[in-house]
């Protein structure tokens, strides 16, 4: 019988899941599908136990819910740690015997596997990240476990410092311009984890040229432009390494793909999935800005 899959989150209709994970089913000959489906808050314990009713197989979790469905799933402990959860597996290869299905977080992994791609050692790297939500979290765990040197930069102060206090080497500070340029100056890494650039608001950014240097390695998480503008600035500024979201985005669906199948996923499928339905979608977004 053909297994299903999803993502569950609100809103939910631009999610680029559905393309890349069928991709990968289709070039890895499963009978599988994977659908994207609108839960909104108050009713994600419902979605949950009715996916699990329904046999769907496993589910991504995006915004709003990734914290929210902690109480129904057996977290594992990185996913615990990380107060969030992204994959659910449904099957009983990995639960717990419980009945309960099993929670994941992929992000922080997706995000480590691009770092190491790009710099290689992470341990005893200056790194400064932007923001403290989700995908902060996720990623700074990873970071921290590999021994990097993390400064946490975002708008509410009190969130970077409960973050930062939860990891091993670690400093919060606010958004605050002085701060950055400082900051900046001494990091090997820029990671940026907060929605600012993301369209529709392409033209924003959090740090300018100015305040980059080439060796500085820039890595934006939002992927949607491909190209935001923190990375155009960076590129004003001749930094040599510029990473943006996509490949991010590929390595977080590769590693629960590999959860829920115990196989290896086609990354490069998957990637070429993912920028030929972005590339789609700015091409229609331009025309539509023209017409
Ligand atoms: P989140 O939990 O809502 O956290 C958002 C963070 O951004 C918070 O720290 C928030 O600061 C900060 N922020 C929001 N708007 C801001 C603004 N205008 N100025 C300064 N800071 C602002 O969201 P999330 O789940 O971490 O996701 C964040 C972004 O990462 C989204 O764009 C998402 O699409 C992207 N993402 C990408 C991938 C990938 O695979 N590439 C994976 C996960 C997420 P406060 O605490 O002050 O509110």
């Not at 977290?75 to 659910?88: L, Q």
Request: net charge negative; no cysteine.
């Amino acid at each position: 019988m053909k297994k299903v899959y999803g993502v569950i989150g609100d809103p939910i209709e631009h999610s680029l899941s559905p393309v890349m994970h069928n991709a990968a089913f289709e070039h890895m000959g499963l009978d599988a599908i994977y659908l994207a489906f609108r839960v909104v808050e108050h009713e994600v314990g419902d979605a949950i136990r009715g996916a699990k009713s329904l046999g769907i197989a496993g589910l991504n979790v995006t915004i709003p819910l990734k914290e929210r469905v902690l109480e129904f799933v057996d977290a594992d402990d990185v996913a615990a740690r990380i107060g969030a959860v992204n994959t659910i597996d449904f099957s009983t290869r990995t639960g717990t015997g419980t009945g309960t299905p099993s929670g994941y977080n992929t992000d922080g992994i997706g995000a480590l596997a691009v770092l190491k791609e790009h710099t290689g050692e992470l341990r005893g790297k200056e790194v400064l990240i932007l923001g403290a939500g989700g995908a902060a979290r996720a990623i700074a765990f990873y970071l921290d476990a590999e021994g990097a040197r993390l400064t946490i930069a975002n708008r509410n102060e009190e969130r970077a410092a409960r973050l930062a206090s939860y990891l091993h080497n670690a400093t919060p500070i606010g958004l605050n311009a002085e701060l950055l340029k400082r900051h900046i100056r001494d990091a090997d890494i820029l990671i940026n984890t907060t929605p600012v650039g993301m369209y529709p608001h392409e033209d924003d950014t959090l740090v300018n040229a100015e305040l980059m240097h080439p060796e500085l390695v820039v890595f934006d998480i939002v992927y949607n432009p491909m190209e935001t503008k923190l990375m155009k600035e960076a590129k004003k500024a001749g930094v040599h390494t510029i990473i943006g979201g996509v490949k991010m985005l590929v390595y977080q669906g590769a590693a629960s793909l590999r959860i829920w199948t115990g196989m290896e996923p086609p990354i490069g499928v998957m990637e070429e999935a993912v920028i030929r339905a972005l590339s789609s979608r700015t091409r229609t977004r331009t025309r539509t800005r023209n017409s």
